[in-house]
């Protein structure tokens, strides 16, 4: 791999030299015709394309067929640190596995400590523990470059003791030919040192203790005591599997349950006003005298007051809330789209991006305005694969026009050229289209080092330009931890102190104190407006939508939780039921009702309160409410709150929203989780999670949220429960 000994200076000639020492130990008083060979090889300083170096090694191996020595053994040795900039043949497993198939045995070395384990060991034979171990081509360990000898002398150990195995295996045919050192060159060797066959043995070189002639069978000796049993060897490789042909289209099948109801859309614009009626009928009366006055009638009910009015479109459609007001502001994505990233966690980018948006309110109606938040998306991978959304795209007018643009976009899975990305976001995103008073801001996401063969010094880019432009950049993974690759972060950033941030995994990216953190950063400096309404009294941002909803918590009393965890959770649920506007009576079609189920194991499970309007009622039981210190089984849990709680009490109110809340890490046991959620869903169950803290099961929560990851509520502990933000958050979503 010539793109791992970048630096230091002088290790692409160690590398060199490694594989002659190989050969030196391999071939023993042989004179080499390669060592010549290895000399002379210039190093590329390019790209890292491992599936292609694997397929070409394999077809030039397969040059020397085994029909013409069927004792022939093919050994690779292949030097690298795992990390790809791109696949263009395939990808590293399945090049591997077609070497394998063709019986070639290969050995992987680390080229230095900053491998990609996961790379490496796709590429070595199995066992790992022969082939892989713990190999390492050069130790800088003591200050200075020094080969690793003892990697050397195991990978020759290897192959002669798979010589010696082989060549017992040949003794059972009967016209056998003698092995020579041809059957152990590895693949950096192009000649073959001598072959010999048939009755009189002879070798080239002086050989002679490798060539053998076979003699007729002897008896068969006694058989042997049973040995031990040894111990149980590593399990297998995974197989490789290939996609088979595209089946015929099944039944049309039964139209399927109905599904939940959609979250409330974006309050469309104002209308024009109408035309004018046409004058009524009656008796017409004429200004210049009265009709004569009649006995007065029995009083009448008030009507709506233009209080009551106001408050009833703000309640129902939130149009006359206070917003949050960033001033005129652009701000653009530069997200990493390469194959290292993968499809999971370059969906989490985009729901990085979705989430952080969602923080700064609405986005300007006119993208050509003065004024207002503009956004604009850069996906990058290898060079001319940049796809983006533009800040000034006359269709991008409103948040959720803006979300389905970032949903649109794909994986585009190749190369990694960062510094050509932020050149092309300034020239085509911001440079032409970016307004007078407008702060710019670009938020850069990348998982690793960028292609040798781009433009480092295009790094600083976006800071050489003479209008100010803002740059924050986060790394994801541990290759960020050594310095040189830190230093690339701070290039991007301008050296700015606290606009480098790094994080191990891109699940971190979603979560709910690091999308606090960047909202922070983009818009520091709120004004938070309100709209001037008649009831001065009031409170100036709703309580809540006053639609029906039914609102069912699911409370995790499991070990896991833990006793404070647990109290905490109850103080949020109160909390939650005391800023709710509860209904008037069971039967009332508008506002919330609550009931709340505590779950431990499938057999224990404890309505704490069923669906009530009452909050003493709530308030009582809650304080009665004593932690089960159980296990978890979510998933029985479901199926007896749909029992138990939603169909009986939901009679009343069939029109009202059914919202499920979990307070879970999502860590339960499997059965009956799949039969909960098909219950939820049939009972048209609209999830939210509450997940706090790390230690979580991912897979379970995407599934208990029905794949809406922003239904997901994150935290670093129990404490987020009672912080302003996050419960104001978690109540507008309920909302």
Not at 51 to 66: F, I
Not at 175 to 184: F, G, M, R, V
Not at 381 to 392: D, E, K, P
Not at 683 to 697: L, R, S, W
Request: hydrophobic share 35%.
């Amino acid at each position: 791999d010539a793109d791992t000994f970048r630096a230091p200076e002088g290790l692409w000639s160690l590398g060199s030299c490694l594989l002659f020492l190989i050969c030196n130990s391999a071939l023993t008083s042989h004179t080499c015709q390669c060592f010549q060979g290895v000399k002379g090889i210039q190093y590329l300083g390019k790209g890292t394309h491992i599936d292609c170096a694997l397929t070409n090694m394999t077809e030039k191996m397969l040059r020397y067929p085994s029909t013409s020595s069927p004792s022939l053994v093919r050994f690779a040795v292949v030097i690298t640190d795992g990390h790809v900039t791109a696949n263009p043949c395939g990808g590293i497993k399945m090049a591997a596995e077609r070497a394998r198939e063709k019986e070639i045995h290969m050995f992987v070395v680390a080229a230095s400590k900053n491998i990609e384990e996961t790379g490496l060991r796709e590429i070595a034979n199995s066992p790992a523990s022969v082939y892989r171990r713990d190999f390492m081509a050069v130790d800088l360990s003591q200050g200075r470059a020094i080969i690793h000898q003892d990697t050397i002398n195991r990978i020759i150990d290897t192959m002669v003791t798979h010589k010696h195995t082989h060549r017992d295996t040949q003794r059972n045919t009967k016209h056998a030919e003698c092995l020579s050192y041809s059957h152990l060159v590895p693949f950096v060797f192009t000649e073959t040192f001598g072959v010999c066959t048939g009755k009189n043995t002879h070798t080239t070189n002086n050989h002679k203790d490798l060539c053998f002639r076979l003699g007729d069978p002897g008896d068969s000796g006694p058989r042997g005591d049973p040995g031990q049993i040894g111990p149980k060897g590593d399990p297998g490789r995974p197989g490789f599997s290939y996609p088979g042909p595209r089946g015929s289209s099944g039944e049309r099948g039964e139209k399927g349950n109905r599904g939940p109801r959609g979250g409330r859309g974006d309050c469309g614009p104002k209308g024009e006003p109408g035309d004018k009626g046409p004058l009524g009928e009656g008796d017409v009366i004429f200004l210049c005298s009265l009709p004569p006055q009649g006995d007065p009638g029995p009083e009448g009910d008030p009507g709506l007051t233009e209080c009551d009015v106001m408050n009833y479109i703000r309640e129902t459609c939130g149009c006359c809330d206070c917003e949050k007001h960033c001033g005129a502001l652009d701000i653009v994505f530069v997200i990493d789209s390469s194959e290292s990233v993968g499809m999971t966690n370059f969906t989490l980018e985009k729901n990085f991006v979705i989430n952080t948006i969602n923080k700064l309110g609405s986005l300007a109606k006119d993208p050509n305005s003065d004024t207002g938040t503009r956004v604009g998306v850069v996906q990058y991978s290898h060079s001319g694969t940049f796809q983006a959304i533009r800040l000034n795209d006359p269709k991008i007018d409103s948040l959720s026009a803006f979300k389905d643009a970032v949903k649109r976009l794909e994986w585009i899975a190749g190369g990694t050229w960062t510094p050509s990305a932020l050149k092309y976001a300034y020239d085509n995103l911001i440079r032409d289209s970016r307004r007078a008073k407008a702060k710019v801001t670009v938020v850069v996401i990348t998982d690793g080092r960028f292609d040798p063969r781009d433009d480092d010094q295009l790094l600083d880019y976006l800071c050489r330009q003479n209008t100010t432009v803002d740059v924050s950049a986060i790394g994801i993974g541990d290759m960020f931890d050594q310095i040189e690759e830190n230093e690339s972060l701070k290039s991007i950033a301008c050296q700015k102190d606290g606009r480098v941030l790094g994080m191990k995994r891109f699940a971190d990216l979603v979560a709910e104190e690091f999308i606090n953190e960047i909202e922070t950063v983009l818009c520091p400096e709120p004004v938070i407006i309100c709209p001037d309404l008649p009831c001065k009294s009031e409170p100036a941002v709703a309580s809540c939508v006053q639609r029906p909803v039914d609102v069912v918590f699911l409370l995790d009393g499991s070990e896991r939780m833990g006793l404070e965890a647990h109290r905490r959770a109850k103080e949020f649920i109160e909390n939650v039921a005391r800023q709710l506007t509860l209904a008037n009576s069971r039967s009332d079609e508008r506002n919330a009702r609550l009931a709340l189920l505590q779950y431990g194991s499938p057999t224990e499970q404890r309505v704490e309160f069923a669906l009530t309007h009452n909050l003493t009622v709530i308030s009582d039981s809650l304080a009665r409410v004593t932690y089960m210190d159980s296990s978890s089984a979510l998933g029985s849990a479901i199926i007896h709150a749909v029992n138990n709680l939603v169909q009986g009490d939901r009679l009343a109110r069939r029109n009202a929203e059914l919202a499920f809340v979990f307070i879970t890490d999502g860590i339960t046991a499997s059965e009956q989780l799949d039969e909960g959620l098909s219950a939820m869903r049939r009972a048209e169950g609209v999830p939210t999670v509450i997940a706090m803290g790390t230690d979580t099961d991912e897979e379970v929560l995407q599934k208990v949220s029905l794949g809406d990851m922003s239904a997901v509520f994150r935290g670093a502990d129990y404490t987020m429960l009672s912080k302003p933000s996050f419960f104001e958050r978690f109540i507008r979503w309920i909302c």
